[in-house]
């Protein structure tokens, strides 16, 4: 006897639901459904909350490492800062011996008695040859730039006694390269000896000229020492010499070579720590990177460059400069091409000069990296156990999903034969749509499911009409490998506005209305189709949308709808090819006896709004913003057969592309001149 019930006039779903509650199936899938959702869950709670837990300690002992890195740097800063204080005391303490005795000198010569013969330098003020006279002295040099009348021989002789405070003090002190005294009618006692260069006037100095005008102790930013050839970087304590009615007498000079003052600096830090001093304009004084090039001798322009143009174009590290110039102490952290590293710095209260003291982050967070480490194995063994459990879970249901399926499946042979027939329609029609026949379309003849599935299907093709129309109408703008990517994965794509970093390109032809104005209109635009169609299917290689068409212009950008991380050199490589096809092109026109055309290329990188622009009845999927503008700036700027790019775009390429740079421009609608680039080639 055949089983009635199949024939019974109900739709499919409630045969197959009467068939599954029959087989109390349903109950099993919500136990199992809820049994493995709650597992899931729960593995995935133990597995964030142990990830929460590594970052709570990483970070609280980042903090700590930080702060501990912070004292330690600064009580080293704090520390050199006093060293070098103490050093600056003593040169300035050795200074102002120099000039009580001087005063001493001047005030009183008498008591000093006399000094034995030395030879004595004398250069006239017209600018004859130096020659010696013999004059008591008990220096090693001496030098006058006047004529020798009775005043500047009673100076000479006056400072003849110099020698007496100079030799001790240079003995005393191997860090002093040289001390001297100058005077207001041109005398120069040096010690220890050197040769001076025949036009040295002590008084136009700006060590002398300034401690006259402070009337104290001070110390001059770094110069090239003028006794010894330009070969050595020094700087200068000078203390004023001024009588006891307050006329000044001359200036005690001391100087010490920038090299020592490096070994102070540079003493007692770490293996992975350096040290460095800028004075009060923030100019270096000392730094590890601050030297000559090989076989090449000191410079104005090497010891006047801002500390940063040696550390880095860092924000953080500016503002830790001005503190440092303010005669702060502190620490703070900044990042250049080598990581980010700390640094702490402390005033030299004797001058108004700043220490710096410097570390890679890297080594501070060398243990927490093994701790992070430590944490994210422990966090992937949770995470394999749980995922362990739920498998074996799932192992018991698909077992148990199997026996009842074997079972399920004997009945379903016998229900599938009310359903074959309408299927079989399904299945032959659906062949015909894989095969590209989109207009075949199948009949619904009844209202149960089958019929809604009939409709869904006649549905389904309709779609697949429009999608291929989208397809071969966005192909036109994209890639077809871009477009047939944007149909697959709408989800990946938002046409809506967004702010988003695009690489824009505009090109043009240069000399086009001319060009349009001299040949007739049909060669206007076979010449100009040929072009375009070439342009186009080099921006369709490398992924570009084309955004529009402006006569003889081309507006591209990268990096929208879908994402490229190499935007930037897709759009440069894209313009590379469109160069050389175009020479390509030139060759071929010039064979044919045809006119040429040349283009200038315009590229940038910068955030924009990029989405469907328009009203109701036409649309627009395009780029608004500054960076647009900028980008059609600097197409205008471009020669011909020329690319220019951005700083911006050159950062993003630039270990790809061979670029030169160019002299700021000015562009129109923009305010500041634009740094730019002149694409040569590809490394």
């Known amino acids: 006897m055949k089983l009635k019930l199949f024939n019974f006039p109900f739709g499919i779903m409630p045969k197959v639901l009467i068939i599954l509650l029959a087989l109390s199936?349903?109950?099993?899938?919500?136990?199992?459904?809820?049994?493995?959702?709650?597992?899931?869950?729960?593995?995935?709670?133990?597995?964030?909350?142990?990830?929460?837990?590594?970052?709570?300690?990483?970070?609280?002992?980042?903090?700590?490492?930080?702060?501990?890195?912070?004292?330690?740097?600064?009580?080293?800063?704090?520390?050199?800062?006093?060293?070098?204080?103490?050093?600056?005391?003593?040169?300035?303490?050795?200074?102002?011996?120099?000039?009580?005795?001087?005063?001493?000198?001047?005030?009183?010569?008498?008591?000093?008695?006399?000094?034995?013969t030395f030879p004595w330098t004398y250069t006239a003020r017209d600018g004859e040859?130096?020659?010696?006279?013999?004059?008591?002295?008990?220096?090693?040099?001496?030098?006058?730039?006047?004529?020798?009348?009775?005043?500047?021989?009673e100076t000479i002789r006056k400072t003849e006694f110099l020698g007496l405070v100079f030799?001790?003090?240079?003995?005393?002190?191997?860090?002093?390269?040289?001390?001297?005294?100058?005077?207001?009618?041109?005398?120069?006692?040096?010690?220890?000896?050197?040769?001076?260069?025949?036009?040295?006037?002590?008084?136009l100095r700006p060590w002398y000229r300034s401690a006259l005008e402070r009337r104290k102790v001070s110390w001059s930013e770094p110069?090239?020492?003028?006794?010894?050839?330009?070969?050595?970087?020094?700087?200068?304590?000078?203390?004023?010499?001024?009588?006891?009615?307050?006329?000044?007498?001359?200036?005690?000079?001391?100087?010490?070579?920038?090299?020592?003052?490096?070994?102070?600096?540079?003493?007692?830090?770490?293996?992975?720590?350096?040290?460095?001093?800028?004075?009060?304009?923030g100019l270096t004084i000392v730094h590890p990177n601050l030297k000559p090039a090989s076989g090449a001798q000191w410079t104005d322009d090497i010891f006047k460059q801002p500390i940063a143009s040696l550390e880095t174009s860092d924000p953080q590290f500016r503002v830790i400069v001005d503190k440092m110039v303010s005669g702060e102490s502190g620490y703070g952290k900044y990042s250049d091409d080598k990581g980010e590293k700390y640094i702490a710095y402390a005033p030299i209260e004797s001058t108004n000069w700043s220490i710096g003291?410097?570390?890679?982050?890297?080594?501070?967070?060398?243990?927490?990296?093994?701790?992070?480490?430590?944490i994210r194995s422990e966090v992937i063994k949770t995470g394999d156990m749980v995922r362990l459990q739920v498998k074996n879970f799932w192992k018991n249901v698909i077992i148990i999903c199997i026996i009842l399926t074997l079972f399920i499946s004997i009945v379903a042979i016998l229900l599938s034969r009310s359903i074959t027939k309408p299927i079989y329609v399904l299945s032959n029609a659906a062949k015909?749509?894989?095969?590209?026949?989109?207009?075949?379309?199948?009949?619904?003849?009844?209202?149960?499911?089958?019929?809604?599935?009939?409709?869904?299907?006649?549905?389904?093709?309709q779609g697949l009409k429009e999608r291929e129309m989208i397809?071969?109408?966005?192909?036109?703008?994209?890639?077809?490998?871009?477009?047939?990517?944007?149909?697959?994965?709408?989800?990946?794509?938002?046409?809506?506005?967004?702010?988003?970093?695009l690489t824009i390109l505009f090109s043009d032809i240069r000399g086009f209305t001319q060009l349009a104005d001299s040949i007739e209109p049909e060669n206007l635009v076979a010449l100009l189709n040929e072009y375009l169609s070439e342009m186009t299917k080099i921006i369709m290689k490398y992924k570009g949308t084309i955004d529009k068409f402006i006569g003889d212009a081309i507006m591209v950008f990268w990096g929208d709808p879908i994402y490229y991380?190499?935007?930037?050199?897709?759009?440069?490589?894209?313009?590379?090819?469109?160069?050389?096809?175009?020479?390509?092109?030139?060759?071929?026109?010039?064979?044919?006896?045809?006119r040429s055309l040349s283009m200038g290329i315009g590229i940038n990188t910068g955030y924009v709004t990029v989405g469907n622009m328009g009203s109701d009845v036409r649309m627009d999927y395009t780029v608004l913003g500054s960076n647009v503008n900028l980008a059609s700036r600097i197409n205008a700027k471009a020669g011909s057969d020329q690319i220019l790019i951005t700083s911006r775009t050159y950062g993003l390429v630039k270990d790809v592309v061979e670029a030169k740079k160019l002299d700021p421009v000015e562009l129109k609608g923009i305010k500041d001149p634009v740094e730019v680039y002149e694409v040569v080639g590809l490394k």
């Not at 207001?184 to 040769?195: A, I, N, T, W, Y």
């Not at 003291?357 to 430590?374: C, D, N, Y």
């Not at 440069?572 to 044919?592: D, H, I, N």
């Open 357 to 374: 003291v410097g570390t890679s982050a890297k080594k501070i967070i060398q243990p927490l990296l093994a701790s992070r480490e430590k």
């Open 471 to 501: 397809t071969k109408t966005f192909g036109k703008y994209v890639s077809p490998e871009v477009a047939d990517m944007i149909l697959k994965n709408p989800e990946k794509v938002s046409l809506k506005g967004a702010r988003k970093e």
């Open 223 to 281: 110069y090239i020492d003028a006794a010894e050839d330009q070969v050595n970087l020094i700087v200068t304590c000078s203390a004023p010499v001024f009588s006891d009615n307050g006329r000044p007498i001359g200036v005690i000079g001391i100087d010490v070579k920038i090299d020592t003052l490096k070994d102070i600096v540079s003493s007692l830090v770490g293996e992975d720590s350096y040290a460095f001093l800028i004075g009060g304009l």
């Open 25 to 116: 199936l349903i109950p099993l899938m919500i136990v199992g459904y809820s049994t493995i959702r709650d597992t899931i869950r729960l593995g995935k709670k133990i597995v964030m909350d142990n990830r929460d837990l590594g970052v709570f300690v990483s970070k609280n002992s980042a903090q700590a490492l930080e702060n501990q890195a912070g004292i330690y740097l600064q009580q080293m800063a704090n520390d050199k800062a006093k060293q070098i204080n103490m050093f600056f005391e003593d040169i300035q303490k050795s200074a102002m011996i120099a000039v009580d005795f001087t005063k001493g000198v001047f005030s009183d010569p008498a008591k000093f008695g006399r000094i034995e």
């Open 167 to 203: 030799k001790p003090i240079a003995a005393r002190s191997t860090e002093i390269n040289f001390i001297y005294f100058g005077t207001e009618d041109g005398v120069f006692r040096l010690c220890p000896r050197d040769e001076m260069p025949l036009n040295f006037d002590p008084r």
């Open 432 to 461: 015909l749509i894989g095969e590209g026949h989109l207009d075949k379309l199948v009949e619904v003849r009844s209202k149960d499911e089958i019929g809604v599935l009939s409709e869904a299907f006649n549905k389904m093709v």
């Open 565 to 594: 991380e190499d935007h930037a050199v897709k759009a440069v490589r894209a313009s590379l090819e469109m160069k050389e096809s175009l020479r390509l092109l030139q060759k071929k026109w010039f064979e044919e006896g045809q």
């Open 129 to 153: 040859m130096s020659k010696d006279i013999t004059i008591d002295s008990s220096l090693e040099t001496g030098y006058t730039y006047v004529d020798l009348n009775d005043a500047v021989s």
